[in-house]
T-cell receptor
Framework: GAVVSQHPSWVICKSGTSVKIECRSL??????MFWYRQFPKQSLMLMAT?????????EQGVEKDKFLINHASLTLSTLTVTSAHPEDSSFYIC?????????FGQGTRLTVV | GDSVTQMEGPVTLSEEAFLTINCTYT??????LFWYVQYPGEGLQLLLK?????DKGSNKGFEATYRKETTSFHLEKGSVQVSDSAVYFC???????????FGSGTKLNVKP
């Protein structure tokens, strides 16, 4: 099946700094990618829909100025957590759709200290 | 809104034991239902899916039946193996397979 690669797999950063997470579709083009977040013992929650060449669509309650999404090409979407704080520590995962199936990256564990 | 509830883990079983992971859903329309599996260090992988009521999805010995009357999609396997140890996510999606709503995941540990 298709492969979605996410980088980095884990990252530790200091409070107040920004962190960029990349999501790449390796063998297919994705006009739309999705970003999810999971807090411990909770569901994966959709944060935003990333659209190639246009602005991302954010779910209710997600701060668009804090979670910057850029989808500059058909194979790459990035999520930047700006001015990260400990409460942003979470597991972030992206997905892209090919035909009628969604493919997921391996996720990024972000820890803000 | 749409949501998925699945049993909390971890679930610990001995090899060859029977597995059931419960999943129920709430949806306004007619969603498709999925089970995804995540092995350590890897992304979510589609395990099986069902797109309409009474459909049974099956793969690698796992199966789940779309029960509209009970709004359930329980995952079962008759004889688990150590290699089945992973986190299992129940999910639903709209007809376009775009947005997904996930359960919280259930970690399965299978001991030899």
């Amino acid at each position: 099946g298709a492969v979605v690669s996410q980088h980095p797999s884990w990252v530790i950063c200091k409070s107040g700094t920004s962190v960029k997470i990349e999501c790449r579709s390796l063998d297919f083009q994705a006009t739309t990618m999705f970003w999810y977040r999971q807090f411990p013992k909770q569901s994966l929650m959709l944060m935003a829909t990333s659209n190639e060449g246009s602005k991302a669509t954010y779910e209710q309650g997600v701060e668009k100025d804090k979670f910057l999404i850029n989808h500059a090409s058909l194979t790459l979407s990035t999520l930047t957590v700006t001015s990260a704080h400990p409460e942003d520590s979470s597991f972030y995962i992206c997905s892209a759709q090919e035909n009628t199936e969604a493919f997921f990256g391996q996720g990024t564990r972000l820890t803000v200290v | 809104g749409d949501s998925v509830t699945q049993m909390e883990g971890p679930v610990t079983l001995s090899e060859e034991a029977f597995l059931t992971i419960n999943c129920t859903y709430t949806a306004t329309g007619y969603p498709s239902l999925f089970w995804y599996v995540q092995y350590p260090g890897e992304g979510l992988q589609l395990l099986l899916k069902a797109t309409k009521a009474d459909d049974k999805g099956s793969n690698k010995g796992f199966e789940a039946t779309y029960r509209k009357e009970t709004t359930s999609f329980h995952l079962e396997k008759g004889s688990v193996q150590v290699s089945d140890s992973a986190v299992y996510f129940c999910a639903l999606s709209d007809l376009g397979f775009n947005k997904f709503y996930f359960g919280s995941g259930t970690k399965l540990n299978v001991k030899p």
